[in-house]
């Protein structure tokens, strides 16, 4: 069945390093790859998205690109802040089924100052 | 727009009471999904509905979990009898095709049962 991977947490960084979080996604087709944030207390927010191979989602200094040839859609960014500390969940969906997604288990980033 | 709303935001219960969660999506949107959230089991979809018809209920856990769809605007998720187990945060989120399936998610409901 179609699953989503994740990089296991917390991570933990100082202020201004270089922040990677791994995902990646075994699935049949072409899915729609996302990463969410999930803010302590809050609900889920679309951080940035991706709909075909190669496609680059990028968003608040965030990236991933959807590399089908390595079924992988890896979170960067160059420079965290302490106000990036949050829950990061990397996700997969298909077009023909509403957007129902499918989650990796999350990854806790703990931004230090 | 309001957003997806959701309540109660908390709810404590003693196991063996009946739950009600609701969730009012976003006007316009027709695709309703109902999430659980626990440290063990991470996110799980549980129920979505499109145009207030059940799609896919196979994340639903066991018989005492149901939820239902009446109209557009309002969706109920309820569990009869509660279990500690069943101890979670609980997301309601909504889609269209008009912004491409984005789902956007409501704060959740934490549900305790003691």
């Known amino acids: 069945g179609n699953s989503v991977t994740q990089m296991e947490g917390p991570v933990t960084l100082s202020e201004e390093a270089f922040l990677t979080i791994n995902c990646t996604y075994t699935?049949?087709?072409?899915?729609?790859l996302f990463w969410y944030v999930q803010y302590p207390g809050e609900g889920l927010q679309l951080l940035l998205k991706?709909?075909?191979?190669?496609d680059k989602g990028s968003n608040k200094g965030f990236e991933a690109t959807y590399r089908k040839e390595t079924t992988s859609f890896h979170l960067e960014k160059g420079s965290v802040q302490v106000s990036d500390s949050a829950v990061y969940f990397c996700?997969?969906?298909?077009?023909?089924?509403?957007?129902?997604?499918?989650f990796g288990q999350g990854t806790e980033l703990s931004v230090k100052p | 727009d309001a957003g997806v709303i959701q309540s109660p935001r908390h709810e404590v219960t003693e196991m063996g009471q009946e739950v009600t969660l609701r969730c009012k999506p976003i006007s316009g949107h027709d695709y309703l999904f109902w999430y659980r959230q626990t440290m063990m089991r991470g996110l799980e979809l549980l129920i979505y509905f499109n145009n207030n018809v059940p799609i896919d209920d196979s994340g639903m856990p066991e018989d005492r979990f149901s939820a239902k769809m009446p109209n557009a605007s309002f969706s109920t998720l309820k569990i009869q009898p509660s279990e500690p187990r069943d101890s979670a945060v609980y997301f309601c989120a909504s889609s269209s095709e008009r912004n491409m399936y984005e789902q956007y998610f409501g704060p959740g409901t934490r549900l305790t049962v003691t």
């Open positions: 699935a049949t087709g072409y899915p729609s």
């Open positions: 991706a709909t075909k191979a190669d």
């Open positions: 996700a997969l969906s298909y077009y023909n089924q509403g957007g129902k997604l499918i």
